[in-house]
Each structure stands twice: as C-alpha cells, then as structure tokens.
C-alpha cells in the first residue's frame, strides 16, 4: 500500500515519532525471527522503555491500530514498517569522499538492507581516483554533474573534510542532488528543495565522554 | 586546564549545547586552516545557522567569552573544545561485531582524530576469529572478560546484529564495562551506573527518506 492508500500525510508526522519507529522495527524483526505472532503494545513498551501509550500513538499515525487482548500481528506490522520507513525500494545515492569513513560507509553492506545502494562514489585524490572499493568505482568529482545526468541519482552522501562540506554541497546542488546525507559536523546551507539529513557520529562520542565524566564525578562525590 | 579548573559542572551541561559544541569545532578549525585569528559569534552564527546569543550562552558552559569588537580567538577556542569535548585523550576501545558495519569502524581512521582506539575486536564467527582488520584482532566474544580484565578497557562499541544486542550488553556489562556505543536500532537495557550512548545512522536514513518524500508531495500539490 502506499500512503494515500494508508491516508498518511508524511509532513504531520513527527521526527520524534519517526526516530522510534526504527526501534519498533528491529525488535519486531526479532520477534519474528523467534516465530512469535502477535505482540502487545505493553511487550514492546516494557522490552524498549518506550510508554506503551506512545507506542499505540507512533502506529496511529500509519493507521495502524492493534487488537484489543490480542495486540499486534508481528509479521504484517513488521512488513508495514518495513515498507513505509522506505527501506523495501531501492535508493540510489553517490558517495563524496572515498577516505576512511566514506571508503568505510561503501563496505557496510547493512545499508543496502536499508534500501540504500552506492553506485558510484567521487574524490579528488589522484590517487584512489580511477580505483574501487568492492564493486563501486570511484570517479574525478569534477564528473559528478556528468555522471548525475547520466545516471538520476538523486541522493549523495559527503563524506569529505568539514573544510570542503559547504563547497560540495555547492556542487552537488548544481548537479541536481536532491538530498544530502551529510556525515561531516559542517552545517551545511542549501536551498530549501534540497533535503540534508546530519549524521554526526562523532558528536555522539562526544556526548558518551561527557556521560561517562558525569559517571565519574557522580562515584567520586559519593566516595567523599 | 581539566574541568575543576575552569569550575566546569558536565552534568549541568544541555545536551543540545553539547551536539553543538562539535560544529563550533568544526568551524574553528576550518578558521584555523585558514590562519584567521579572530572570529565574532555573529560570523559564526551566519556560518552555521544558529542564533548568535545561543553560540555565546554555550561557550559560556565552558567558562569561554568573547572579547567586545574583537570576539573570540580561533586558534585557544579550538583547543578549548577539542580538549573540553574529550577529543585529545586517547579512550581505548573493544569493538563487538566484527561484520559489515563493525569491519567499516575498525577501518575509520576518523575514530582515532576524536581520541577513539579500537584496541580489539570480538565476534561470535569462527571464520573471523584469529584474523584481523588493519592492526586490530578479532578474538572470540567468549575471552571479553579476560581480555577486559587485562587492558583495563571501559568503552565498547556494539555493532552486532539487533536481536544479539541485549544478551551482548549483559555479557558487557557482567565484563566491567562502562560505556556502550551501541549501533544497533535495539534500545539495550544496562545497570545505571553504565553510559549507554545510541547512534542509528539507519534511522537517519528514513529521516531522509521521508523528507524525500515529504518535499515531492509538496512539490506534486503545488503543481495540481
């Protein structure tokens, strides 16, 4: 089914809801892989620290509702989700920035479970420039727009220094990107028909540091 | 300087301000590349889209103020941050989950510029077992309590596929572990005196994908 089909309307839907429906996906998928039927708003919300109010509301909003004593059947919602979080097509997207993570990003085949496919990706290093990692070829930026007519690709992901974030996003808007899943800590500007998704992993180290500092002195004030 | 010093309280700290401490960074350094001494928060502010009084209320977290006319000085506000966000220490690291994602980290030399060191890695596949990734072994899951109890290693990175995430996080917490990086989409359960800090870049991608979807609506109901 597609959305107007389900009636959903994807600008309603809030990123805080669409955040959690990804948890609800990976713990339904175990449950199906245990051959467990159906699963009650309470079991998820007790297994994912999740209110179970706040569950049966994120399902509301794919119109999705379960029964009562009965719960959710595990293996349509599963497929449900599956398909409206948009991991089931197929989306073809350019790399930018072979180095280390971006040459990592190219050899993590989970994002291909996740529906997103890397055909081909781009840098500026003579050096890696003609090579590939695994199947995918890895091409002089400076074809990029080339390559995107040629190809449709509307979807790149820069993987570049954060120095050079801001100028790739220049190009890749001119070349008719049409989202950005951008991994470097650069806030990038863009027009507002071009979508950028930031993907800061290093951040999130920052934050389990600062955690584990709070542990610290927390275990340090108590021992005074 | 460490944090009594510059009479720092981490646990006082929002994490919003914290998320966006590492963009300042990455600004700065651009900045420092450039060999630009000074910088006012209102050029950070255009720069990176936030409101220049917010940028001066978190640096002020960090005991940081701009001089008047002059702003702050690029070169020690960077070593500021990079020092206060944990980035100049080396935190070791054991790597659970050695495949397609796990390997991808193991090669990400970027980890290592933000004071992450992937000392080990553990997995449960005898075909992976006793061979290595760069420098770095994979030994089997069933030595982590030994191999922790002699490196003394407190932080684990959980790449492993969901439904292994929980059983892994009891194996880690049981093996002194005190802080969880998990990669996975399964929200783990651990004793509180663990940090657990979650990264999904997968739901980052139905983020994107929705807001694909999102602007393509609008754009097919303006044109009707």
């Given at each position: 089914?597609?959305?107007?089909?389900?009636?959903?309307?994807?600008?309603?839907?809030?990123?805080?809801?669409?955040?959690?429906?990804?948890?609800?996906?990976?713990?339904?998928?175990?449950?199906?892989?245990?051959?467990?039927?159906?699963?009650?708003?309470t079991?998820?919300?007790?297994?994912?620290?999740?209110?179970?109010?706040?569950?049966?509301?994120?399902?509301?909003?794919?119109?999705?509702?379960?029964?009562?004593?009965?719960?959710?059947?595990?293996h349509?919602?599963?497929?449900?989700?599956?398909?409206?979080?948009?991991?089931?097509?197929?989306?073809?997207?350019?790399?930018?920035?072979?180095?280390?993570?971006?040459?990592?990003?190219?050899?993590?085949?989970?994002?291909?479970?996740?529906?997103?496919?890397?055909?081909a990706?781009?840098?500026?290093?003579?050096?890696i420039?003609?090579?590939?990692?695994?199947?995918?070829?890895?091409?002089?930026?400076?074809?990029?727009?080339?390559?995107?007519?040629?190809?449709?690709?509307?979807?790149?992901?820069?993987?570049?220094?954060?120095?050079?974030?801001?100028?790739?996003?220049?190009?890749?808007?001119?070349?008719?990107?049409?989202?950005?899943?951008?991994?470097?800590?650069?806030?990038?500007?863009?027009?507002?028909?071009?979508?950028?998704?930031?993907?800061?992993?290093?951040?999130?180290?920052?934050?389990?540091?600062?955690?584990?500092?709070?542990?610290?002195?927390?275990?340090?004030?108590?021992?005074?």
């Amino acid at each position: 089914m597609n959305d107007s089909e389900r009636h959903i309307n994807r600008a309603m839907l809030p990123e805080p809801t669409l955040r959690r429906l990804p948890w609800y996906l990976a713990y339904l998928k175990m449950l199906d892989l245990k051959h467990q039927e159906h699963v009650s708003s309470t079991q998820i919300a007790k297994s994912l620290n999740v209110d179970a109010s706040q569950i049966a509301k994120d399902l509301s909003f794919l119109n999705i509702k379960g029964k009562t004593r009965i719960g959710y059947e595990v293996h349509p919602l599963t497929r449900a989700l599956t398909e409206f979080l948009g991991f089931k097509h197929r989306h073809n997207a350019f790399l930018i920035g072979a180095g280390s993570l971006g040459s990592a990003l190219m050899r993590d085949l989970g994002l291909m479970q996740f529906g997103l496919n890397i055909v081909a990706a781009f840098d500026i290093d003579p050096h890696i420039i003609g090579s590939a990692v695994g199947d995918i070829p890895i091409y002089d930026l400076a074809q990029l727009a080339q390559q995107q007519h040629s190809s449709g690709v509307s979807i790149a992901i820069v993987a570049v220094p954060p120095e050079s974030a801001q100028d790739v996003a220049n190009t890749l808007v001119a070349s008719n990107i049409k989202a950005i899943w951008n991994f470097t800590p650069f806030r990038i500007k863009v027009p507002r028909h071009v979508v950028v998704q930031n993907t800061s992993i290093y951040s999130d180290l920052a934050l389990m540091y600062n955690n584990m500092e709070v542990n610290v002195n927390n275990k340090n004030n108590i021992a005074k």
